[in-house]
């Protein structure tokens, strides 16, 4: 590497000669101690007036991010030398010095490698031939003050050559800091000497150790940073696909074969110059990223937060498209320049194993080699397939699918080579070869594939493959979603469900999915199922809803891969309500019948239901960690087996009486004293309350209405793990406002309500059962949690806090949410339910909104008798089923109005004004 940076117009970032001069000045007129003061101001001054025309090249050219890089360092090694060389002439003059007093200043880290984001550390190693004498280490403290004084954060190291040849031997971190020294000032032979010693003493005969203990610092980052590419809040620097991950390859090229730069990754056959050019644009586009983000914050900033997103979006001046925000098309861009590396960094070690393997074991072993075989023309060796010639996909494209067909069956990986060819010769897949009836056979055949699709897919994609032979799916590839829901890019999301699928169907996930474990095997067509999740999400980024689009997409697709005309039916089907019996199982009460009817209609048979619970898990599933929990598995089963209830047995079994006497029975069943208490209070409970309510939660509240007695006021709290929550019963004298201060009460506690059904008793009581769980979708169990819990719904209830303000003054436990835009919106639903009108409203999350919604019901006269609580990342759906105080459905339209008013305002920002009580 040379010592030297070269960039355009140097003398604007800053002029040396001009700096020196001035500095000359001062000390002729003040000398070095009483002047020192204007010398740090004039260097402060210096590396202001080069960062500010450094950001204005960056303005000027947005993504030129080696250019700004290599920019940045070269102010701070321009600085170095000037502050080196006032101490040495003006400071610490050494007339005669000994061998001893010789000093080297070495760049290393990023520094080293010549580049610079605006805040980056500036990491310099002093260099002395032994021991340090006193004239040494008063030149080094000197200018780590000078450094200091200029506010630059300085990581610095001062070692004889001993002791860095020692160091680096034992210490992974010194060795690949000094692998990237970079000659900045000083003594310019000591750097050489050290140079040639670091080579011969540290590096010589431990090349492959450096690989392996690189290769595993490498994945325990990416498990650190969230083990994949497409993570949607991603570190441009540790992340997987970043910076990072192309310095390894720089440093593994470097440390074997010495390479000065890396362009000479070419020379020595690790990348050919079409990867050495995909490289540098990978890392001229993440310099770009970073030099934002630093100049944005002001700050060493490295993580590509929501915020921060668009920001960068517009500074980089991408625009908005159709169907697609400037801030998705941006993060588009950057997950494809990540999935370049990680192409790169295949093709990069697969060589490097090539090249170790091709050293002739010497000795006993000499004449042994493993034996080379075909199969279907394709040569087998040491678990790898690879082409037989260069020719071999131009000659026939459909190849570039079947090669992937035969690594998935027979267990085999793909051989770089063979991976840099189907990269290469990916552009021949044009219409004759998508619409060839093999082709898609084999497709089909890796898409359903019995053995582990997910990787097979996943290589198919990375090698360029799949966006070519279904172009629908190229046009999903690499893209975000801009929320807070969506953890991965839509193709990545698409995959992993793919994955969940064959998982299931293996029984590999039979704890976490038994409802899905249960029916996947009595499928109609298993086919239709995995074709449908592949597409669930095709249209995602066009515009208008992705449900129909991606239905028509279906349509269209299904006979191409083979499909008869009742599987392709079944697909556009499922694509176009893959979103149904999530939103009906999270939004609305499962134990209206008109639910259930509803639903029925739409999915109209069992097979259908079956396809649509398998894919509407994976799906969610497939979304990120820590989306799927116990509470939304016990919502799909509850509608999965009331559906097939009705689909099985037809509207007859319906009955309302009939259900609430199933329910009486299954609950005297438990035996024990259930029987006589029913007897004794189930009959001041209405048909409503049985029907609504499961065998374990009435069993409970039988219990706590005979213990509480006529008590003012009877609160119970206890985790509840059949649905991975909290389970509180409040029961009290029936009054308006209860829910709204109910739920207040358990805000301020730190709970987030998931679910509520409120009933009245024929005495007049309430029974409010509420399901919560934590901002971490956590169920609360410590007693502490509990008591606290109790304490804060009584305080509410009583009236002694005043609960908006301390809601308002509550911080969000999701402070990203600002970043994102939702606007409210309220929806009124006649049809959904016999005997309620159901009120959905839709609007940005935050600690007050199910609180201040439930005040707005109770400020119009509304009932609230169930409320069903969905989120999805920084949105919020709470649906409410509602009547007047009459128990009538609300149809008047001006009433209706003035109620959309009311929660429109209810759901917009809270203002500090604001006082209930």
């Keep these: 590497m040379s010592s030297v940076i070269r960039i355009p117009s140097p003398r604007s970032v800053i002029d040396r000669r001009d700096l020196v001069e001035r500095i000359e000045a001062v000390v002729a007129g003040q000398g070095a101690t009483k002047g020192r003061k204007a010398i740090v101001e004039l260097l402060r001054t210096a590396l202001e007036t080069g960062r500010a025309e450094i950001a204005r090249r960056l303005i000027e050219k947005p993504s030129a991010g080696h250019e700004v890089a290599e920019a940045q360092a070269f102010l701070v090694d321009q600085l170095v030398r000037v502050i080196h060389d006032h101490i040495c002439t003006n400071v610490y003059p050494a007339g005669n010095r000994s061998k001893g007093e010789r000093l080297t200043i070495m760049a290393v880290g990023g520094y080293g490698r010549g580049e610079m984001a605006p805040h980056s550390d500036v990491d310099i190693a002093f260099l002395t031939p032994i ?5 040494c280490e008063q030149v080094i403290e000197a200018m780590l003050y000078f450094m200091w004084d200029l506010a630059l954060k300085v990581g610095h190291s001062s070692r004889s050559l001993d002791d860095m040849v020692r160091m680096s031997k034992s210490d992974l971190t010194i060795r690949t800091a000094m692998l990237e020294g970079r000659y900045v000032w000083g003594d310019q032979d000591l750097y050489e000497e050290a140079r040639t010693r670091f080579f011969k003493d540290v590096v010589s005969g431990t090349e492959r150790q450096f690989v392996v203990e690189k290769l595993a610092e490498r994945e325990e980052r990416h498990k650190r940073m969230g083990d994949s590419r497409y993570v949607v809040e991603p570190n441009i620097k540790e992340g997987k696909g970043g910076l990072r991950d192309l310095h390894t390859l720089y440093w593994i090229g470097k440390y074997i074969h010495k390479v000065r730069d890396s362009s000479e990754l070419v020379d020595v056959g690790l990348l050919t110059s079409k990867e050495y050019r995909a490289f540098r644009r990978a890392e001229s586009f993440f310099w770009a990223v970073r030099c934002h983000l630093h100049t944005i914050t002001r700050r060493a900033e490295d993580r590509l937060t929501f915020d921060m997103q668009r920001e960068v979006a517009a500074r980089m001046n991408f625009s908005d498209r159709p169907g697609k925000s400037a801030v998705e098309r941006f993060m588009q861009m950057f997950f494809l320049q990540a999935k370049v590396v990680g192409n790169l960094t295949g093709v990069f070690l697969a060589q490097l194993d090539e090249q170790f393997a091709k050293r002739q074991p010497r000795g006993l072993l000499a004449g042994f080699r493993a034996k080379e075989r075909m199969l279907k ?124 699928l064959s998982r299931i169907e293996k029984g590999e996930l039979r704890e976490d999915h038994p409802l899905a474990h249960e029916v996947i095997h009595k499928l109609r067509s298993r086919r239709a199922l995995y074709v449908a999740t592949l597409l669930h999400d095709i249209a995602k980024g066009r515009q208008g809803d992705h449900s129909v689009l991606g239905a028509e997409v279906a349509l269209k697709l299904c006979p191409r ?287 007050a909104l199910l609180n201040r919604l439930a005040h707005a019901l109770f400020e119009s006269k509304l009932m609230v008798h169930s409320a069903h609580i969905a989120t999805y990342g920084e949105r919020a759906a709470d649906t409410f089923y509602v009547t007047d105080l009459l128990g009538e459905k609300l149809t008047a339209t001006p009433r209706l109005k003035a109620l959309e008013r009311r929660l429109l305002e209810a759901a917009s920002e809270p203002t500090a004004e604001v006082v209930a009580a």
């Design 377 to 500: 023309g394709y040569k087998v060796f040491g678990g790898r397939l690879k082409a037989p010639s260069d020719d071999w996909f131009a000659a026939d494209p459909v190849r570039m699918i079947e090669i992937f067909v035969l690594a998935d069956r027979e267990h085999l990986e793909i051989h770089p080579e063979t991976m840099r060819l189907i990269s290469r010769d990916a552009v021949l897949i044009r219409d004759e070869v998508r619409r060839d009836k093999r082709a898609n056979e084999l497709f089909m055949e890796l898409l359903t594939s019995r053995n582990n699709p997910e990787v097979a897919l996943r290589s198919f994609n990375e090698a360029g493959v799949f966006g070519r032979f279904v172009t629908e799916f190229g046009r999903v590839n690499a893209q975000m979603q801009f929320d807070m829901y969506h953890h991965y890019t839509v193709d990545e999301h698409t995959i992993r469900a793919i994955g969940l």
């Design 131 to 135: 021991k340090q004498t006193p004239w």
């Design 561 to 847: 891969f083979g499909l008869d005309e009742e599987e392709t039916e079944l697909v556009a089907w499922l694509v176009r309500q893959h979103l149904l019996l999530s939103a009906t199982a999270m939004k609305r009460d499962l134990s209206d019948g008109k639910t259930i009817a509803d639903f029925c209609e739409i999915v109209q048979s069992v097979d259908r239901l079956r396809q649509l619970t398998v894919l509407t898990i994976v799906d969610i599933r497939a979304v990120g960690p820590g989306t799927w929990n116990s509470w939304k598995r016990q919502l799909i089963a509850t509608l999965y087996g009331a559906t097939e209830e009705r689909l099985r047995l037809g509207h007859a079994e319906f009955g309302r009486s009939n259900r609430v006497a199933a329910k009486k029975a299954a609950v005297a069943a438990l035996g024990g004293r259930y029987p006589a208490l029913i007897e004794k209070i189930g009959g001041m409970l209405g048909d409503a309350y049985w029907i609504a309510e499961p065998e374990d939660v009435i069993a409970k509240n039988l219990v706590e209405l005979d213990t509480a007695e006529e008590q003012p006021l009877s609160i119970f709290t206890e985790y509840y793990p059949a649905r991975g929550a909290t389970l509180v019963t409040v029961i009290a004298s029936d009054h308006p406002g209860l829910f709204y201060r109910i739920a207040g009460g358990i805000h301020l506690a730190g709970g987030n309500i998931i679910d509520a059904r409120i009933h009245t008793t024929r005495t007049g009581r309430a029974v409010d059962n509420f399901l919560i769980q934590d901002p971490l979708e956590r169920p609360f169990m410590e007693a502490s949690q509990l008591e606290r819990l109790s304490t804060s719904i009584e305080n509410a209830l009583a009236n002694r806090i005043k609960i908006l303000p301390q809601l308002v003054a509550k911080p969000d436990a999701r402070p990203r949410s600002d970043a994102f835009e939702v606007r409210p919106r309220v929806l009124f639903d006649n049809k959904a339910s016999n005997r309620f009108t159901v009120v959905e409203v839709n609007s940005r999350d935050r600690p």
